[in-house]
């Protein structure tokens, strides 16, 4: 069960686009379409932005975004907003019938 | 709407015990699958276990099986995490979290977590 491999970091001035990659195996990302994407902000729960791969909760701004190929599944955050600022979490099924989360991403807006 | 609240957290010495609860409400309890996932202190996200809608498939991280127990009472609309054998690395916050489906499927809501520390 190794983590999903995320960047530490990405940053985008307001109204750009930014894409948050997340690689796994054949095992997880790559063997099924459920992955899943959540915002976290400091000292709150995580909140669903995308599940499915590609998915939108109802409530989710269609500034977002998901898509995968291959082993790496990717979130777009288009016209980036001060409050998409925060901590972005990918999360996978796996063939255990497992769960497993990327590091982590942290998203400055410049 | 949707709320899950967890309770259950604390200060405890290592090699003890604490069971974890987490009411759910505004929503069929007995109709979805429930998850554990945990935050260690300024760490990321671990997903810990997960539950069907009837309790009778259960699914653990490797790094707790055989000390934590994920369980469930739909008559009470609550999930439990039974954790034994508290170890220092076992300190964050945990969440529950509602499967969007009724099997083992990822999940939407959080609930706002309850702190463990395991300190002597």
């Known amino acids: 069960q190794s983590a999903l491999t995320q960047p530490a970091s990405v940053s985008g001035s307001p109204g750009q686009s930014i894409t948050i990659s997340c690689t796994g195996t054949?095992?997880?990302?790559?063997?099924?379409?459920?992955v899943s994407w959540y915002q976290q902000h400091p000292g709150k729960a995580p909140k669903l932005m995308i599940f499915d791969v590609s998915k939108r909760p109802s409530g989710v701004s269609n500034r977002f975004s998901g898509s995968k190929s291959g082993n790496t599944a990717s979130l777009t955050i288009s016209g980036l907003q001060a409050e998409d600022e925060a901590d972005y979490y990918c999360?996978?099924?796996?063939?255990?019938?497992?769960?497993?989360f990327g590091g982590g991403t942290k998203v400055t807006v410049l | 709407q949707v709320q899950l609240v967890e309770s259950g957290g604390g200060v405890v010495q290592p090699g003890r015990s604490l069971r974890l609860s987490c009411a759910a409400s505004g929503f069929t309890f007995s109709g979805y699958g429930m998850h554990w996932v945990r935050q260690a202190p300024g760490k990321g996200l671990e997903w810990v276990a997960v539950i069907s809608y009837d309790g009778s498939n259960k699914y653990y991280a490797d790094s707790v099986k055989g000390r934590f127990t994920i369980s469930r009472d739909n008559s009470k609309n609550t999930l439990y995490l039974q954790i034994n054998s508290l170890r220092v690395e076992d300190t964050a916050v945990y969440y529950c979290?509602?499967?969007?489906?009724?099997?083992?499927?990822?999940?939407?809501?959080w609930g706002q977590g309850t702190l463990v520390t395991v300190s002597s």
């Open positions: 999360s996978s099924y796996t063939t255990s019938s497992t769960w497993v």
């Open positions: 979290a509602k499967g969007i489906y009724g099997g083992n499927s990822p999940f939407d809501y």
């Open positions: 054949s095992s997880d990302v790559g063997g099924y379409n459920y």
